[in-house]
């Protein structure tokens, strides 16, 4: 595996790759749910780009920037054993200039839920996303369900910006008791965890609903914010079609539908699709 942290040896490296590039962009602290991705990558490409990066332009002023977990030598050998081909692991400085030109979120898409309790997050994620993809140009990148309104809004990108990527969406990884894995997890206290399954325990609770065809959305929405109750805060729960648009009545096929609550320091999100 080579490791590149400079976007000039990136280049002279990326020449050098033959055949078809499956890209797979984190901010590291790697977990079973990055080694999801990459294992799909790997089985579905001659080469393997991984990058890690946390990146500052996603986060918002009082978020978690600083804390956020970094744990290179660990990612390293993680990748390494995944037999990744590349590994670019950039400064701060080789991803970006003063004053250099932005691109935005959809006005609406980009700025409801996530993008509501999160305003900008969405247009730092995507500007981070189209330099790592033009950078590495790669026949597909993969990305998790898990961050599904990221998901769609990337695809969203490549189309409306003719990119010529296939961006391959991977199933959500969850530990044995069903919590969604996370870097942010590593916050959590062995009882924050424990009251952290009730997210995925209302989702599991929505989709028993749904197949005993109790399709409408306020009664469900009802429902998992009761399971949630064990959490600290509840920011929302939302179900809407692939295109992020509000349901009153669950699609199958077409919907997804999502929690984002507190417990503790930690904000916790989750989603299911149907
Ligand atoms: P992150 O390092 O959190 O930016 O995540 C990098 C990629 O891994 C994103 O495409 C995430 O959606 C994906 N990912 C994170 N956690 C999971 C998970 N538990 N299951 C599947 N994909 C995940």
Known sequence: MRIVKTIEAFNEMRKTLQGSVGFVPTMGALHEGHLSLIRRAREENDQVIVSIFVNPTQFLEGEDLDAYPRREEADIRICEF?????????????????????IGAPAIRGYILEGAKRPGHFDGMLQIVMKLLNLTHPHRAYFGKKDAQQLALIMQMVRDY??????VPCEIVRDGQG???SSRNTYLSPEEKERALCLSRSLKRATEMVMAERLDAAEICLEVLGVLQEADSIEYVAIVNRAFEPLETVLLGDTIILVVAWVGKTR???????
């Open 268 to 274: 916790l999100i989750d989603n299911v699709w149907i």
């Open 179 to 181: 919590l969604a894995l």
């Open 162 to 167: 003719f990119m010529s990527v296939e961006i």
């Open 82 to 102: 995944a037999k990744v081909d590349m590994l670019f692991m950039p400064m701060m400085g080789q991803m970006y200039v003063p004053d250099e030109l932005r």
